[in-house]
């Protein structure tokens, strides 16, 4: 009896075990191993969010900078051509005196007379014309070019030479690069508020108009010299004017400067002579003397 319970139970364990085993190699195969399960997985999406979100940054960096660049470039034309427009349409017609201001090849004319000033400037590729010689290449001449001026002035240095006087010529012609930089050296030196009282910036110099030019000594001490006294009584015989006369900066913008003349003929010089009290071109033609800036 004992003998059987045993055999009966050792089948039992011995089925058991085979079982077991057999569970244990099943479970393996259907079971991928762990090293398996990692090879066989997808990479990660966080790589592939970066690198979008990267292409999109770039993107949309490259649409900002297009649309600023159209943006200005648009703006800037705009800006440039209304101003040009108004800047020219503003000082030409008629006069607080009733004459007509015209515009013409780069220059304005009040009344048929070439005006520079503050408010009336030449551009910068104006030259003059019936010169008795040719606009010097450097830029500068002691003279003044314009032929009828010139030999005007021939006339008064040597009725002023008959009576023991000397006048020269110190500066006549300059072009505008020539006056841009003498003015720019004022401006390092004095500063701008100081040199606008003084010197004219490029364009508006009469000096580029190749009727005037500065007499002998560049200072208001020329005022109490012989030359200078002669030359304040005298100067409208031969067609020159006192172009800034002394208490007249509020017209013309600029100090008293008894050494610098400008020709206008002598019908013209006889009126702004005026029996010795001077008149200003600005206070006779109605026109002002002033930078738009």
């Known amino acids: 009896m004992k003998k059987r319970i045993k055999i009966k139970y050792g089948n039992v364990l011995l089925i058991l075990i085979v079982l077991g085993l057999i569970s244990y ?31 999109s940054e770039t993107t949309t960096t490259t649409s900002e900078t297009t649309t600023t660049t159209t943006t200005t470039t ?16 503003n000082k030409t017609g008629k006069t607080s005196k009733g004459y007509t201001v015209e515009y013409k090849d780069g220059a304005y004319y009040v ?10 400037p030449l551009t ?9 010689k040719a606009v010097p290449s450097d830029g500068f001449a002691r003279e003044p070019l314009n032929n009828e001026a010139y030999e005007n002035w021939k006339q008064m240095k040597s009725d002023a030479a008959a009576l023991g006087l000397n006048l020269w010529a110190q500066s006549g ?14 401006v390092k030196r004095k500063g701008k508020a100081a040199a606008d009282t003084f010197s004219a910036r490029p364009g508006h110099s009469e000096h580029q108009s190749g009727l ?8 208001s001490s ?54 010795g009290d001077w008149i200003t071109m600005e206070n006779y033609f109605g026109v002002t003397s002033e930078y738009d800036n």
């Open 222 to 275: 020329f005022k109490n010299t012989d030359e200078g006294k002669w030359v304040a009584k005298n100067a409208y015989l031969y067609g020159y004017i006192l172009r800034y006369p002394e208490g007249k900066t509020n017209e013309t913008g600029y100090i008293y400067e008894p050494w610098h003349i400008r020709y206008v003929g002598k019908e013209l010089a006889t009126a702004l002579y005026n029996g």
């Open 25 to 55: 190699i099943i479970v393996s195969i259907i079971t991928p191993k762990e090293d398996d399960k990692k090879m066989n997985e997808k990479p990660k999406t966080t790589s592939k969010a970066t690198t979008n979100t990267t292409t």
């Open 212 to 219: 005037a030019f500065d007499l002998n000594t560049i200072d």
């Open 111 to 120: 009344g048929g007379y070439l005006i520079v000033n503050k408010t009336y």
């Open 124 to 132: 910068s590729t104006w030259k003059p014309s019936n010169t008795f």
């Open 74 to 89: 648009k703006k800037i034309t705009t800006t440039t051509t209304k101003n040009n427009a108004n800047a020219q349409s």
């Open 173 to 186: 012609y300059r072009s505008y690069d020539y006056q841009n930089d003498l003015y720019n050296g004022y």
